[in-house]
């Protein structure tokens, strides 16, 4: 027995220095002396095991020793496997900052680095321009009026968005534009995020294209000259990298611009003969200038003696001779203006090239250090408003409507998916401007794009599908009347476009971080390709108390012993803990992944996928988390917190057993969930009762309904297009007073107090007067409430053949 004491005191003692990470001497401290305990009071066996685990820890860890016999071989060994990063990869990952994400590597995130940089709102210039012109602009266009009727934007409306300077939201205010902070570009695309189409519209000049090139990257000349005129709508801006050859993989570009001289403006130049095939290229219809990313070429040498000089970005005038543009391609579902670019022997000076002849093959670094900023805003921001602006429309309809006498909002299976919209905008709000704060802090969060970029548009298509599940009919019948629909059908290009989700998922977001966000990953390959044994020596061995250290804190706080320590509420302190936990767990799985597979992660991309989940969902969470700690609560959010909290937490430790059941070494497998899971899995999905109570707080008039759905255009403009949110708020203020008049109806009816053959609402209504069982004042009310309620629900119809383009085509299937 006293062996047994010994061997449990000497292995917690242990396991307390190691999640410390305190280093070797401690450790050899600890064996010692229980050794020498061991050798007075125990077994001679475990006196022996103490003394030669001090022996090997002062071998391997003590600089003076192991710089003699291990550093040089582990280095030689390091040599041969370590992964060779290319030079676009090496530009990716000098691209962007590293932030809260390179905290969740560590496995002992640092909540003060997260929380210390608040959310300080946004300034009175900018709340104005949401509260006044975004609200006009929502309020002039219908979706179906520009998906289908016109394919376009209102021509008053591209008007007002030029003169309001919506297209110069990134444009300093020097040069006529807005100068907004991300935050506030972030709150309007979530105010315009109603229709697809104008989000688009406005959200790709102020993402990566020629208006953020030309303001980080341009000269004098060509910031004087363009971005006034991007700034004010003068110009419309488009960029083409995307091609039948290369869309993801943007690096792989076909295009080329040869360095030679010709003829320009009557003058013989040194210029660039260009040849591209773009698609899939946002406003080139109606683009008046043109950025263009292409290989660039000098095989006689006159720029110098380096022939390849790799991507370059450059401007080219709408009339510049050879350019083919105009036409258009047809996005599914909603059909923003997006089209090709030709050209074949195109002429140009080198001038046009972005920044001038100096940034000649600087174009992919240009073009990541862009995207590590825009794809965080655009996209995430469109997915943010559309999941609040399901909040609103799905919230309301399964409200008003009734089946089984009953609002179907009070059904078991319809709480379930408004439950999941609520959460999924939470989440998606939290994390977008959370990111957005950042990006106002100065930091370029290159890995947290990625995350945002995929999860919230994967959000996105999961929150319009429970949206279109609960109206039913409704939406599945487009029309005028149909808020819900072309967006639904247009999901599809957000998860394809600024990188497809697939290739995000399995390759950028665990890919680029492991290397980029580790603490010591980078020193290490930097001290190989240096040949620096000392640097390597050091950061390598660092490494090694990391393991040791993510390997005690993940044991350790998966039984429930030691939890961190984290600034939080007691409504939040256990999530947080959560975090805490399963970050440990993904450093200790992302170093195993790393060791016993090597290079050929690259290739495993399933495991890369799974530990990229990992990451994202405690990001996502730690959004939510500071979110709540920064956020006035209201009644109700606490409940959405902890489900939205809970329902990532859930989808890490998914991740993490995935993870466990796929990791090609099964003897590491084993021994990682004995660590990580040593009880088996702990985070449910979240409960009933919470799903109940969430579902009736954005189906009925609540202050966390009003709240999620703030960031959108909830209001009525005079003159402007029907608002269906601000119908549905306006239906669920008057619910409470309905709801009783409804029941009492139900109840006449099955008693045979009213007339069997009085079915509809408002003939009950009328027949329960008549038999005093309802006031004048319920009926007046009821019948106002009703007609506004069969509004909603009405769908439209057309002539039999409105949809044939070719009326020459259609059948009379009924002929006189």
């Known amino acids: 027995m006293m062996t047994l004491i010994v061997f449990l005191l000497a292995a917690a003692a242990l396991l307390a220095v190691m999640r410390r990470e305190s280093g070797a001497k401690p450790a050899i401290v600890v064996l010692a002396v229980f050794g020498l305990i061991a050798w007075i009071f125990a077994s001679g066996w475990l006196t022996v095991l103490l003394f030669l685990g001090a022996?090997?820890?002062?071998?391997?860890?003590?600089?003076?020793?192991?710089?003699?016999?291990?550093?040089?071989?582990?280095?030689?060994?390091?040599?041969?496997?370590?992964?060779?990063?290319?030079?676009?990869?090496?530009?990716?990952?000098?691209?962007?900052?590293?932030?809260?994400?390179?905290?969740?590597?560590?496995?002992?995130?640092?909540?003060?680095?997260?929380?210390?940089?608040?959310?300080?709102?946004?300034?009175?210039?900018?709340?104005?321009f949401l509260d006044n012109q975004c609200v006009k602009a929502a309020s002039m266009c219908n979706a179906w009026d520009v998906a289908v009727e016109r394919a376009d934007?209102?021509?008053?409306?591209?008007?007002?968005?030029?003169?309001?300077?919506?297209?110069?939201?990134i444009i300093p205010k020097e040069y006529g534009g807005l100068e907004f902070s991300a935050k506030a570009q972030s709150a309007v695309l979530q105010k315009l995020a109603a229709n697809e189409v104008l989000m688009v519209s406005v959200g790709v000049p102020n993402s990566l294209g020629p208006g953020e090139l030309l303001v980080k990257y341009g000269t004098e000349e060509q910031k004087n000259h363009y971005l006034p005129r991007l700034a004010d709508g003068r110009e419309i801006p488009c960029f083409g990298l995307t091609g039948p050859r290369a869309g993801s993989d943007a690096t792989s570009l076909p295009d080329t611009g040869?360095?030679?001289?010709?003829?320009?403006?009557g003058k013989e130049v040194i210029g660039l003969r260009m040849n591209f095939d773009k698609r899939w290229i946002t406003l080139a219809p109606i683009a008046t200038v043109v950025g263009l990313a292409f290989r660039m070429f000098d095989p006689d040498g006159l720029l110098g003696d380096k022939k390849d000089l790799g991507i370059t970005c450059a401007l080219l005038p709408r009339d510049t001779e050879g350019m083919e543009i105009g036409r258009r391609h047809f996005p599914i579902g909603s059909p923003f203006l997006n089209g090709p670019i030709r050209g074949k022997d195109v002429f140009v000076p080198l001038d046009f090239i972005i920044g001038g002849p100096e940034m000649a093959g600087q174009g992919w670094r240009m073009l990541v250090e862009c995207l590590s900023v825009g794809r965080c805003i655009t996209l995430p921001s469109g997915a943010a408003g559309s999941a609040a602006a399901a909040v609103g429309t799905a919230g309301g309809f399964t409200r008003v409507r009734r089946q089984f006498n009953n609002a179907v909002a009070d059904m078991e299976g319809v709480q379930e998916p408004l439950a999941r919209i609520a959460a999924q905008a939470y989440i998606a709000q939290s994390a977008v401007m959370q990111t957005a704060n950042m990006v106002d802090k100065g930091e370029k969060p290159a890995v947290p794009s990625?995350?945002?970029?995929?999860?919230?548009?994967?959000?996105?298509?999961?929150?319009?599908?429970?949206?279109?599940?609960?109206?039913?009919?409704?939406?599945?019948?487009?029309?005028?009347?149909?808020?819900?629909?072309?967006?639904?059908?247009?999901?599809?290009?957000?998860?394809?476009?600024?990188g497809a989700n697939i290739m995000t998922r399995s390759l950028m977001i665990f890919g680029q971080g492991a290397i980029r966000c580790h603490p010591y990953v980078l020193q290490e390959l930097a001290a190989k390709d240096a040949d620096d044994i000392h640097a390597f020596d050091e950061a390598f061995f660092g490494h090694a108390g990391l393991i040791f250290g993510n390997a005690a804190r993940a044991f350790t706080q998966a039984l429930?012993?030691?939890?961190?320590?984290?600034?939080?509420?007691?409504?939040?302190?256990?999530?947080?803990?959560?975090?805490?936990?399963?970050?440990?767990?993904?450093?200790?799985?992302?170093?195993?992944?790393?060791?016993?597979?090597?290079?050929?992660?690259?290739?495993?991309?399933?495991?890369?996928a799974r530990l990229g989940d990992m990451l994202s969902n405690l990001y996502l969470a730690s959004m939510v988390l500071k979110h709540w700690h920064e956020a006035q609560p209201v009644d109700g959010e606490a409940e959405l917190m902890a489900y939205s909290l809970q329902l990532l937490l859930h989808r890490t430790e998914t991740a993490l057993d995935e993870f466990l059941r796929n990791l090609p070494n099964r003897a590491v497998a084993f021994a990682l969930r004995a660590i990580?899971?040593?009880?088996?899995?702990?985070?449910?999905?979240?409960?009933?009762?919470?799903?109940?109570?969430?579902?009736?707080?954005?189906?009925?008039?609540?202050?966390?309904?009003?709240?999620?759905?703030?960031?959108?255009?909830?209001?009525?403009?005079?003159?402007?297009?029907?608002?269906?949110?601000?119908?549905?708020?306006?239906?669920?203020?008057?619910?409470?007073?309905?709801?009783?008049?409804?029941?009492?109806?139900?109840?006449?009816?099955?008693?045979?107090?009213?007339?069997?053959?009085?079915?509809?609402?408002?003939?009950?209504f009328e027949a329960a007067l008549e038999a005093k069982i309802l006031s004048e004042e319920e009926v007046v009310f009821m019948r106002e409430y009703e007609a506004s309620v069969l509004e909603m629900l009405t769908v439209d119809d057309f002539p039999f053949d409105a949809f044939a383009m070719n009326k020459d085509t259609v059948i009379d299937h009924n002929p006189a």
């Not at 934007?153 to 939201?169: Q, R, S």
């Not at 548009?457 to 599940?469: F, H, I, K, N, P």
């Not at 302190?573 to 690259?602: H, I, N, P, W």
């Not at 899995?681 to 579902?695: F, I, N, T, Y």
């Open 676 to 764: 990580t899971l040593p009880l088996g899995r702990h985070w449910g999905k979240p409960r009933d009762e919470v799903v109940r109570s969430l579902a009736r707080a954005i189906s009925t008039d609540t202050p966390l309904r009003e709240k999620l759905i703030a960031p959108i255009w909830t209001t009525s403009v005079e003159g402007g297009q029907e608002n269906p949110v601000a119908r549905y708020n306006e239906l669920l203020k008057g619910y409470s007073k309905a709801e009783p008049i409804y029941r009492k109806v139900a109840k006449a009816a099955a008693k045979g107090e009213l007339p069997m053959d009085v079915l509809h609402p408002e003939q009950q």
């Open 153 to 169: 934007l209102p021509p008053e409306l591209w008007e007002y968005i030029k003169k309001e300077k919506f297209l110069g939201m």
């Open 450 to 498: 990625a995350i945002l970029k995929y999860h919230l548009t994967e959000m996105q298509r999961s929150v319009l599908t429970d949206a279109m599940d609960v109206h039913g009919g409704k939406t599945v019948t487009l029309g005028p009347r149909n808020y819900l629909g072309i967006g639904y059908s247009g999901a599809a290009v957000s998860i394809t476009v600024e």
């Open 560 to 608: 429930g012993v030691g939890r961190a320590e984290v600034p939080f509420d007691s409504a939040a302190r256990r999530y947080a803990q959560g975090v805490a936990r399963f970050s440990a767990a993904f450093g200790l799985c992302s170093d195993a992944a790393m060791t016993t597979l090597g290079s050929e992660l690259k290739m495993r991309e399933l495991v890369s």
């Open 55 to 128: 022996i090997a820890t002062a071998a391997a860890g003590l600089p003076q020793f192991r710089n003699s016999w291990l550093t040089p071989r582990v280095f030689d060994m390091f040599k041969k496997v370590a992964p060779k990063v290319s030079e676009t990869e090496q530009v990716a990952l000098d691209a962007g900052t590293v932030g809260w994400d390179g905290e969740l590597f560590t496995g002992r995130p640092d909540w003060h680095n997260l929380l210390i940089n608040r959310n300080s709102g946004l300034t009175e210039e900018e709340q104005a």
């Open 258 to 265: 040869i360095v030679c001289k010709g003829q320009y403006d």
